[in-house]
């Protein structure tokens, strides 16, 4: 490679890296307690004590109570608010009903109330309160709603750039150089750069899904107004004449989830969106069913339902945009494979926190050289140091 390539590579690591660390530091230390989140959840008291361990909510099992009946309580939990959705839960009888005081209502509105289906009791509420919505938002919008998702979605692709480039040059500055070399008895800088370069090169294909699956996560808004306005326009297309059906039309959830399943067997529902919201129409039941692999129940179907007939209108699978976007939510925290996946994940975060930092440091020591002096650095594996 040479020296004016290098240069190029140099200033595009070096501006791609500045702009973005600071957003990236941010992202990985609130991402580290989410990782955990469903842990913290039951260590705070998250997990209630089930009448029937083991039975899904999402099933038809006997003691069972019908979806209508939870419904009811719920809503007289909630007095003058909608339905908004019901998610099930395929290993135990706990189920979610999030109401809200308006079909369309924002997130900042709605309720989420947990409730045991086996026994009807009421096990908790969330309002959007607590510290691990407030990480939650902060992660993923700067509490600044689409703009700050569109933003971090812009420091992540700087981040992903970061870290190509950061390859190109990590090429010749090891070339004289065995793998994992620390040259600890050195100068600071060349320690640190080596630990850099080192943390850097083994997280690298980590940071790189992270990176690109946190891109596609920014875009949750966008993608879902996509499907909206054309998968689910052209499955509704018989109803687009019909007024919006208020929610004293709504009929039997019992009656809307049989003509699902008739449609789709073989299928676990995982959640309901109603009418008004934005995972439906303004006239359906959107029951979403996933498969049944760790892969696959990721993927979701839904199956619409006339809200006030119970009868089955269409199912039609995600297109390719939203399946991407199912795919890289449990990607990007690693819920695929349990708590070992966790760990890993939570370990290549602290490996990240530690190659932003040190890039930072090595930046702020020598931010007045020049960028020959630089590529010389990285011509010679870090032995000429730059001078102010």
Request: hydrophobic letters at 45%.
């Amino acid at each position: 490679m040479t020296s004016s390539s290098i240069r190029t590579w140099y200033l595009v690591h070096k501006w791609t890296s500045l702009i973005c660390t600071i957003f990236l530091l941010m992202l990985c230390v609130t991402g580290l307690p989410l990782i955990f989140s469903d842990e913290i959840d039951r260590l705070g008291g998250g997990q209630g004590r089930f009448g029937m361990p083991g039975v899904g909510s999402s099933g038809n099992a006997p003691g069972l109570l019908s979806l209508d009946t939870m419904m009811t309580r719920a809503l007289a939990a909630r007095p003058g608010e909608v339905p908004l959705f019901m998610a099930f839960d395929n290993d135990q009888p706990s189920m979610t009903i999030t109401t809200g005081p308006t079909p369309d209502a924002p997130a900042a509105q709605m309720t989420t109330m947990t409730f045991d289906r086996s026994t009807g009791g009421f096990l908790s509420q969330e309002d959007g309160g607590g510290v691990m919505h407030v990480l939650l938002d902060l992660h993923t919008d700067l509490f600044l709603g689409l703009p700050g998702m569109l933003f971090l979605g812009a420091m992540g692709a700087l981040f992903v750039a970061a870290l190509v480039s950061g390859v190109v040059l990590y090429a010749p500055f090891m070339r004289k150089l065995a793998f994992g070399t620390l040259r600890t008895s050195r100068s600071a800088r060349l320690k640190w750069l080596d630990y850099h370069n080192l943390l850097g090169v083994v997280a690298l294909a980590w940071m790189t899904v992270v990176g690109v699956t946190g891109v596609i996560n920014t875009l949750e808004k966008p993608i879902n107004a996509l499907w909206q306005r054309g998968e689910l326009t052209a499955m509704t297309r018989a109803y687009a004449g019909k007024a919006a059906l208020p929610p004293a039309g709504y009929g039997s959830l019992d009656t809307a989830m049989a003509a699902a399943r008739k449609a789709l067997p073989g299928n676990n529902p995982q959640f309901i969106g109603f009418p008004g919201g934005s995972f439906s129409s303004r006239h359906h039941y959107a029951v979403f069913f996933q498969g049944d692999t760790p892969l696959t129940q990721h993927l979701l179907t839904p199956a619409l339902i006339d809200a006030e007939t119970g009868t089955f209108t269409t199912a039609r699978s995600m297109p390719w945009y939203n399946k991407a976007l199912s795919l890289s939510r449990p990607l990007h925290f690693g819920d695929y494979g349990g708590l070992p996946l966790k760990i890993l994940w939570a370990v290549l975060d602290i490996f990240t926190i530690v190659v932003l930092a040190t890039g930072l440091y090595l930046w702020l020591g020598k931010r007045r050289a020049s960028a020959a002096a630089h590529v010389r650095e990285v011509e010679t594996g870090g032995l000429a140091v730059p001078a102010e």
